[in-house]
Every structure is written in C-alpha cells, then in structure tokens.
C-alpha cells in the first residue's frame, strides 16, 4: 500500500481568511487539500467554485488539490478547475451521463481521476473503468455538510475496494471522506484507505499541527 495522505477539507476553514488558513494546514503537516464543490443541486449545499481554487493558487498554495465535484451535470466545470490549478478531479457516477467520457475529459485536462461512492452507492460502477481511474474516493457520510457522523458500514465496504484495487494491479489511491477523527482513522486504514479527508476534525480545533501528529500516530498502529 502507499504512503498515508491526510487532506483537510475546507468545508470546515474559515471561509474569511481561507489563503491563511489554508497555508497554516499545510504548515502544520496536511499533504493535500480537500475541495469540497457542492451545487445545491446534486446535493442541498452551496460551496465555492474554481474561481476560489485559482485564488489559492495566486495566493502561493502549491499543495496538490483535491477536487471533489459534487454536481450535476460534471463535464462543464472539469476544464475550468483543471485551469484553476485543481491536481484530483472526483464526481459521483449518477451525477455522470457518461461516466467513462467525465474520467477522459479529466485525464486529458491533466489531472488524475477518481469517481466518488456515497454510502448506498454500488461499487459496480468500477467494474470497466479500472484502467481510468487514479482514485476512488468512499462517502462515510451523505453528501453535503461537514461535521457528520461515520457511517460504521463503511469499513466494509473499503475492504471490498481495496481487494478490488489490489486485484486491478493500477496505481490507485483510496480515499475515505466523512466523520474521519483521531480516534477512528487507524480503524479506516485497516480497512484499506491511504488518503484521509478529515474537516471538522482539523479545522475545529485550535491547534492543526497536534491533530494532524494525533492522525499521524494513530497510523504508525496499522498494519500494512
Ligand atoms: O464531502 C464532504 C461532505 O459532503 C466533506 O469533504 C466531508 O464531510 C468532510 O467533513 P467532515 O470531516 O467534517 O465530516
Ligand atoms: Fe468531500
């Protein structure tokens, strides 16, 4: 398995001051950040667009950005966040009128891909599209706003994604985004995941770097 990655989601960061904030995550050891897009269409939220992803690149963040399109239709705004600067580009394959074309169109803007699973959501929509995806990215909460709780049958289901990833032979991540905190995120990685979207957990809390270190620790028990 690859190295862990911990992205905080600016779900969660002060919205008033988020180059700030955003720098200070990534001071205090995130590896990623977590972008959350939400359309109040797809789901009943309203968040930023790429015009906030492009003002964190001219503001000097140079970290991967981590895309997650909660949207629908998806195909508009791919090219117009890789543009802005995004690195991971995920959409929900409902949200897709077709699933394979949205993961090309993200590959050939650049950017690595990933369709995203909300907890009711099959993992059967992986079934020809191994070959095309660099991330799947496992919803441990309903879509839509942060500081939910962990839905506990998430663990088995990132079992089955990564025996699939482990048995695709691809380079994939897989990712858990939802109610990860201190005192579950050992658990989740057992079950498979090695990139941790964690906004609450993080951004309420005054200090990120003894977090993140917390995360860290936990992760160091896991066997691999
Ligand atoms: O995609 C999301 C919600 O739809 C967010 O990334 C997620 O909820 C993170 O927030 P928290 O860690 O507080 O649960
Ligand atoms: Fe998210």
Request: glycine share 6%; aromatic share 8%.
């Amino acid at each position: 398995m690859k190295s862990y990655l911990i992205a905080p989601s600016i779900l969660s960061a002060d919205l008033a001051r988020l180059g700030e904030d955003v720098e200070n995550v990534l001071k205090a050891g995130a590896d990623v950040i977590h972008f959350d897009v939400m359309d109040n269409h797809y789901v009943p939220n309203l968040t930023f667009g790429p015009a906030v992803c492009k003002a964190l690149r001219d503001y000097g963040i140079t970290a991967p950005i981590d895309v997650h399109l909660m949207v629908k239709p998806v195909d508009r705004l791919i090219p117009d966040f890789a543009k802005a600067g995004a690195d991971y580009i995920t959409f929900h394959p409902e949200a897709s009128e077709h699933i394979d074309r949205s993961l090309q169109l993200i590959r050939n803007s650049g950017c690595k891909a990933g369709l995203v699973f909300n907890p009711a959501t099959s993992l059967s929509y992986l079934d020809y599209v191994m070959d095309k995806i660099d991330v799947i990215l496992l919803m441990s909460v309903n879509p839509g706003f942060g500081g939910q709780s962990f839905i506990p049958a998430t663990m088995q289901k990132l079992q089955e994604a990564r025996r699939r990833i482990d048995e695709s032979g691809f380079d994939i991540r897989l990712e858990v985004d939802g109610g990860v905190k201190i005192n579950n995120i050992a658990e989740i990685a057992a079950a498979g995941a090695d990139m941790f979207v964690a906004g609450s957990a993080i951004f309420d809390q005054p200090d990120y770097r003894k977090v993140i270190n917390e995360m860290r620790q936990e992760l160091t028990k896991v066997q691999k």
